[in-house]
Each structure stands twice: as C-alpha cells, then as structure tokens.
C-alpha cells in the first residue's frame, strides 16, 4: 500500500487518551476525503491481522481506524491466539463493561469524522467480540452509515426496533453458538424493517476470516470481503 499508517491518540473522559491505529489511503488519492470505516478487533485486540484488515481498506479507497478496544483493561495489550492463552482472553472479555467500551468506539466516531481525511460517512465493521460491538453501536449510534457484523453476539429485540443503519451480517454455518441468536434477531429486524442482508458461509467456523489461524477459510473470506466492498460502496457513496 503506497498510503500512510500509524498509531493516533483519541481523547477520551478527563485527560485520559486510548491509541488507535490510522491507515489512510494510496497516497495518489491523499487529497481527497474518503469514507471512514472503524475497524473492531476480537477478543484478542490490536494485533497484526486487523491491522491488515485496516490496511486492506485503506488500499479500497477508505480511511480505517482500530481501536484498542482494551485499553482499560488491566492487561490492555495483545493476547496471542494460542490457545493457552484462550482463558486469559475471556477473561478480560468478561471483566469489561460494554457500556463504557461502546461509549469509547462512539468517540472514535466522532473522532473520525472531524479529521480532515474524512467526507463525514463512517461504518463499522467488527469480528465476534467487535462483531458485537458493531450491533451496539448501531443501537446506539443513529447516523451510523452502515455496520458490518461478522460473527457478533446480537441485540435484543427492543434494541433492534432503534437501529437505523443498514446491516451487512456474517455468519459461519459451524458457529453453533452464534449462529443459534439469529432466527430471533432475524424475526426482530424484520419485524422492525430494518434493512439488512444476511449471508451464513457453510462449513466454516467462527473466525474465518482471519487468515493467520487453522479457522481461516479462503474462498468464505474472500467472498465476504467482495460483499463486504461492495455494501460499502453503495452506502458510503458520497
């Protein structure tokens, strides 16, 4: 990617800051304003492989931003996916309070749309705990742009009937544990017309999409990530 990327600081309550990871697009394009897309890691945090993700999406014509969703967290850095380290990974998950990490990512929200890089649409997408965080913040967030799920924990029916951004929702077809909220949610998002699609990739497991893990399947990632641009694309046209 001929573009540019590092870590930025987002003010946060108080003098307290939390760091966040900037890709911006091909330097060919550095003079226009792009959409932006918060990018929202797993239990895992801010690690090699969402950072690629971020990249990836610079390179689209995007700017994209990572937060470190953990930062308040007393182990606030990145867990590797070995799985020995699983339990200490859940247990941080556990340990947080949703509300406040969902308050921090609507910062970053607005953070982003005031950066001159920015044309004022931003999106999210998130991967299963950040997956979930994307279903909150579009309960929460109104005039989010578009949200972009893989594999999240989903919102209960009255938070849905708040939903106004439209949906772009991932799920593997092996993930029996998430899998199993979606005809629920699916009856909530229509009942509330929500608009939203929805696509399960079969034979694949939760994480798919992380090619740096056994989990990793090709064709799925790659035929998520199309659909993925491509909703994008419409929603965030200027």
Request: glycine share 6%.
């Amino acid at each position: 990617m001929s573009g540019t990327a590092g870590t930025v600081t987002i003010a946060s309550d108080g003098p307290r800051r939390f760091e966040a990871y900037l890709a911006q697009s091909p330097a060919e394009r550095a003079s226009q304003k792009h959409p932006a897309i918060l990018v929202l890691s797993d239990m895992f945090g801010l690690n090699e492989p969402i950072r690629a993700v971020a990249d990836h999406y610079a390179a689209s014509g995007h700017t994209a931003l990572v937060p470190n969703l953990f930062w308040r967290s007393e182990i606030p850095g990145v867990i590797p996916y070995d799985d020995a380290q699983h339990p200490a990974a859940w247990a941080r998950l556990k340990a947080l309070d949703l509300g406040v990490v969902t308050a921090d990512m609507t910062t970053a929200v607005h953070w982003l749309r005031a950066q001159p890089c920015c044309n004022g649409k931003v999106a999210a997408v998130g991967f299963c705990f950040g997956g979930g965080i994307v279903n909150t913040m579009a309960v929460r967030i109104p005039d989010l742009a578009a949200a972009v799920p893989f594999y999240g924990v989903q919102p209960s029916a009255a938070d849905t009937a708040k939903i106004k951004a439209p949906l772009l929702i991932h799920y593997a077809g092996l993930d029996e544990r998430i899998d199993a909220g979606w005809p629920a949610w699916k009856e909530a998002l229509d009942s509330n017309h929500v608009k939203y699609q929805e696509y399960t990739y079969p034979n694949v497991n939760h994480g798919f999409h992380n090619d740096t893990t056994p989990r990793y399947d090709e064709a799925a990632a790659k035929l998520a990530w199309s659909r993925t641009l491509a909703f994008f694309a419409q929603h965030l046209a200027r």
